[in-house]
T-cell receptor, first 116, second 110 residues
């Protein structure tokens, strides 16, 4: 199994508080992704990273920021959490090749966030 | 833009076959297929690249029509363990984001 861990696995917070989710990998993979999963919407891409300090927006990036200061860590921050951000968040990694295309994703176990 | 999956849900009896389809409005570089069981993370099944290269599990087959930007996942002689939600993910030629469809729920009856 790919070495990828997410923390925390469960979190309950209140509206307006900041929240940071961490994704840590031991595979030295280039690509890292954050997805959210909600009933009826499947997996939606929030942000992704193609290298240290190289990030880009996904489909639903509003209200989220990310940082990647080391290859192994990709942080997702909700600056001021809202109830609409209650979701299960999955981190994924991909080795990529060449121009870093076409690699399969390995997913973390997910982080369940509830915003009251 | 999310790829479109069909059908949304399928109920089969063990041993029957199923086909799950995925289509995109963008020119694609690759199509991914994943299966997710309830309460678990998605698991990689197969990737199909433009140009014909494929990688995946031996018991899973899929096709990629590059002209139509469509892919199909073929599940033959289904087993109870095949139950779950299947997602296709697409990677466009013009960027390296992997965008997923809304999923197809597959339920296998004994």
């Amino acid at each position: 199994d790919a070495g990828i861990t997410q923390s925390p696995r469960h979190k309950v917070t209140e509206t307006g508080t900041p929240v940071t989710l961490r994704c840590h990998q031991t595979e030295n993979h280039r690509y890292m992704y954050w997805y959210r999963q909600d009933p009826g919407h499947g997996l939606r891409l929030i942000h992704y990273s193609y290298g240290v300090k190289d990030t880009d927006k996904g489909e639903v990036s509003d209200g989220y920021s990310v940082s990647r200061s080391k290859t192994e860590d990709f942080l997702l921050t909700l600056e001021s959490a809202t109830s609409s951000q209650t979701s299960v968040y999955f981190c994924a990694i991909s080795e990529g090749r060449g121009l870093a295309r076409g690699g399969e994703l390995f997913f973390g176990e997910g982080s369940r966030l509830t915003v009251l | 833009q999310q790829p479109v999956q069909s059908p949304q849900a399928v109920i089969l009896r063990e041993g029957e076959d199923a086909v799950i389809n995925c289509s995109s409005s963008k020119a694609l570089y690759s199509v991914h297929w994943y299966r997710q069981k309830h309460g678990e993370a998605p698991v990689f099944l197969m990737i199909l690249l433009k140009g014909g290269e494929q990688k995946g599990h031996e018991k899973i087959s899929a096709s990629f029509n590059e002209k139509k930007q469509q892919s199909s996942l073929y599940l033959t002689a289904s087993q109870l363990s095949y139950s779950g939600t299947y997602f296709c993910g697409t990677e466009a030629e013009t960027d390296d984001k992997i965008i997923f469809g809304k999923g197809t729920r597959l339920h296998i009856l004994p």
